[in-house]
């Protein structure tokens, strides 16, 4: 599948979850619901007004959804830890519905309890017929929670590997352009 640009995308229901949450995925200075809601904005507008009653909603259902730890979704989403500020980054498009998420370091700079979260949480996805695409350069989480590896060697996928084989000695072996 080829997108003409990110909107394509959006449109067609693939969704990133990008590496630099900070620079790329949020804004910090918005509130936890303005965050959410930013990206299918329409659909909280009444008339030509957006609805903070809708706004809020949503953002309360992801807050519980993805127990993201705030007792208030108004409160500045950069005041969360990092842990929670990446389940904004993905409550933000799992509220849109995602056919297909592409989530690059998921748990990148987040305490070992927020990672089994979001490890759980994209199980769930994965079960629930969401294609999840995870790009990491952490073996052991690569291993722990893939059912399929592409490895990459020269920005070619060398081969790809399903769950049985999947172990660190194959992926270095492809990763550095020797076949299995």
């Known amino acids: 599948m080829h997108f003409a640009s990110s909107a394509?995308?959006?449109?067609?229901?693939?969704?990133?979850?990008p590496e630099d949450r900070k620079g790329s995925g949020l804004l910090l200075d918005l509130s936890i619901a303005q965050n959410i809601t930013l990206p299918?904005?329409?659909?909280?507008?009444?008339?030509?007004v957006v609805s903070q009653e809708a706004?809020?909603?949503?953002?309360?259902?992801?807050?519980?959804?993805?127990?993201?730890?705030t007792s208030n979704?108004?409160?500045?989403?950069?005041?969360?830890?990092?842990?929670?500020?990446?389940?904004?980054?993905?409550?933000?498009?799992?509220?849109?519905?995602?056919?297909?998420?592409?989530?690059?370091?998921?748990?990148?700079?987040?305490?070992?309890?927020?990672?089994?979260?979001?490890?759980?949480?994209?199980?769930?996805?994965?079960?629930?017929?969401?294609?999840?695409?995870?790009i990491s350069s952490d073996m052991e989480e690569v291993i722990g929670v893939s059912d399929r590896v592409a490895v990459m060697h020269e920005g070619h996928i060398q081969g790809t590997l399903d769950r049985a084989q999947c172990s660190e000695e194959n992926i270095l072996r492809l990763a550095v352009g020797?076949?299995?």
């Open 8 to 17: 394509d995308a959006v449109r067609a229901g693939v969704f990133l979850v």
């Open 40 to 48: 299918n904005l329409q659909a909280y507008v009444a008339g030509v």
């Open 55 to 69: 706004e809020l909603k949503q953002a309360d259902r992801s807050r519980t959804d993805l127990d993201i730890r």
């Open 73 to 134: 979704v108004a409160q500045r989403t950069g005041s969360l830890s990092g842990g929670n500020q990446q389940k904004v980054v993905l409550a933000k498009w799992l509220a849109m519905q995602p056919k297909a998420i592409i989530l690059d370091e998921p748990t990148r700079g987040i305490d070992v309890g927020a990672k089994a979260e979001i490890y759980r949480l994209m199980r769930a996805l994965s079960d629930s017929g969401v294609a999840v695409l995870m």
């Open 178 to 180: 020797r076949p299995l």
